[in-house]
């Protein structure tokens, strides 16, 4: 609608207060700023993912990446081909390789949006086929109990595993005689061969290794003399978009705590890993390391919220370790002979985080830029 000079001359007469006397002049409540419009998922594409996959979509961005990107011209998608595995990839980003998380610089919209124009790039695909034998994670977390095949060839296979599939398309495999995380995995969930004999057929993991422990001792052991400490599976349960698994810690036949834990999809802005969250629920005594991992690689360095950081390198690759304890500052890391482990007093301690980021080399310069992003 468009005014004449005298019609908006007569509008502003009847808005505009008449100031007289001294009267204070009130300012007007200033407009709230309108949150700027959803980008379109290909102003999105061209913005933040053309220079690593392509404007084209094709792979070949302008990045110079030790890792390829990858193409979108083929469809297929090794970390889950429907819309919502997507979505989880692009909010989270691929640990240990140049993909970033972009929960933080996308609103959801704009990362369904940009899914969508993804999916578009690559070929008119027939509806997907669905497996009966695919179980994958819907809008609640998925709990699997049973034997698993082995991680890697000429191992044993995992003849009490406990799996827990997380709604950031997260997997969680625990090793149930004794609460070990054994690895995160990324991607599609699991894969029964025989749903009809219960726990008969070992189940297939899906999607991709994160990371993998690389210890074989058990998570926790005494401070003093490191001897390892009995953990012992109590339940799982599923609090809302929360799976959490429940467990007693043992020195010998004394419990020294039940503890809770859950674990996520965690990033900054350029890298990738997960974080589990660990709470005493009952009972607390005594002081326990919780093993991390092989020995420090780098100085450590304190987060903007409180997190301790050490690097440990992991191959041709920095694995980075964060532990916060809640109500404490001090509380680290520490370097113990067989590596690095968490000091905690279960008494005291009651909720900590442990966060593994997963960087995708081994160069000084992504430390670098870790240290002030977290
Ligand atoms: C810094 C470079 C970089 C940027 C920026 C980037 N990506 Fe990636 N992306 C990668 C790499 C590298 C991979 C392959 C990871 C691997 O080795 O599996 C990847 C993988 C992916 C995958 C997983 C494909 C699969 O097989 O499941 C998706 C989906 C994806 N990117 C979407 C995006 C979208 C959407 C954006 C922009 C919002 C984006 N990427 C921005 C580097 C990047």
Redesign the pocket.
């Given at each position: 609608m468009r005014f004449s000079h005298g019609a908006a001359a007569f509008l502003t007469a009847l808005v505009l207060p008449s100031c007289s006397g001294d009267e204070p002049f009130e300012a007007p409540a200033p407009v709230p700023e309108k949150a700027a419009p959803p980008r379109s998922g290909k102003e999105?594409?061209m913005l933040?993912?053309a220079?690593?996959?392509g404007e084209t979509g094709d792979g070949k961005?302008v990045?110079q990446?030790d890792?390829?990107?990858?193409s979108?011209l083929d469809g297929?998608?090794?970390?889950?081909n429907t819309k919502e595995?997507?979505y989880r990839?692009?909010s989270n980003g691929?640990g240990g390789?140049?993909?970033?998380g972009?929960a933080a610089a996308?609103s959801e919209e704009e990362?369904r949006r940009?899914?969508d124009y993804?999916i578009s790039l690559g070929p008119e695909r027939p509806p997907e086929a669905g497996d009966a034998a695919i179980l994958e994670v819907g809008d609640r977390p998925v709990v699997v109990r049973g034997q698993f095949h082995p991680l890697a060839s000429g191992q044993a296979p995992i003849t009490r595993g406990v799996l827990v599939g997380t709604l950031d398309g997260l997997s969680w495999l625990y090793d149930a005689s004794d609460v070990r995380l054994l690895a995160v995995r990324q991607?599609s969930f699991v894969k029964r061969t025989d749903w009809s004999g219960r726990g008969g057929t070992p189940l297939e993991l899906l999607g991709?290794p994160v990371h993998r422990s690389t210890s074989a001792r058990p998570a926790f052991s005494r401070t003093d003399s490191s001897s390892p400490l009995r953990a012992r599976l109590r339940s799982t349960r599923l609090d809302g978009a929360h799976a959490w698994v429940r467990y007693e810690l043992l020195d010998d036949t004394t419990k020294l705590a039940t503890l809770r834990e859950r674990g996520e999809a965690f990033g900054t802005l350029t890298f990738s890993g997960y974080r589990r969250r660990f709470e005493v629920t009952d009972g607390g005594s005594g002081t326990v390391a919780m093993e991390l991992s092989a020995a420090p690689a780098g100085e450590s360095f304190v987060g903007k919220d409180g997190t301790h950081w050490t690097p440990t390198q992991d191959g041709d690759r920095w694995v980075v370790y964060g532990v916060r304890v809640d109500g404490r500052e001090d509380a680290s890391a520490i370097a113990r002979d067989h590596g690095l482990a968490a000091r905690l007093d279960l008494g005291r301690d009651l909720r900590w985080t442990v966060t593994t980021l997963v960087l995708p080399d081994a160069k000084p310069e992504s430390l670098a830029k870790l240290k002030e992003e977290a």
């Open positions: 999105v594409y933040l993912c220079t690593c996959h961005g990045a990446l890792r390829p990107a990858r979108f297929g998608f090794s970390f889950g595995a997507l990839t692009v691929i390789t140049p993909m970033p972009f996308l990362r940009v899914v993804v991607g991709k």
